[in-house]
């Protein structure tokens, strides 16, 4: 066998073993990511759960903070991109656009900071 097989072979060879070691035997897993790494529809399934969530609870601040972790756009920018961008049913359009109407009249109060 010349030395030219020998080496593509070897190299087959790893590349094989290399890839069902990686996707067989131990896989990546993703644990504990944020919401922005998220994918856009995603993304938007993300901010519609928070609007369904403020509708709950009404919670203005604890809608900004989930919404903030989307990104460092104000929270109605974010919600109005998803409005713009998402895939929404009427019901879903109205519930976005209550939460859209808050945040744009929301002002955020400052939490006491520690010394």
Do not use: C
């Not at 590349?15 to 938007?44: C, K, M, Q, S």
């Not at 519609?48 to 972790?69: G, P």
């Not at 929270?75 to 359009?93: F, H, S, V």
């Amino acid at each position: 066998m010349s030395r030219w097989i020998q080496t593509l072979l070897a190299i087959a060879l790893g590349l094989a073993a290399g890839l069902f070691y990686g996707w067989r035997i131990a896989p990546v897993e993703y644990v504990d990511l944020a919401p922005n790494t998220l994918h856009a529809d995603y993304r938007a399934e993300y901010t519609l759960m928070v609007a369904e969530a403020y509708q709950n609870d009404s919670d203005l601040n604890l809608a900004a903070r989930h919404l903030a972790l989307l990104g460092s756009a104000h929270p109605a920018e974010i919600i109005q991109e998803n409005l713009d961008n998402g895939n929404y049913d009427q019901k879903e359009i109205r519930i976005l656009e209550e939460l859209l109407g808050e945040i744009e009249a929301w002002q955020p109060t400052l939490a006491e900071s520690a010394p």
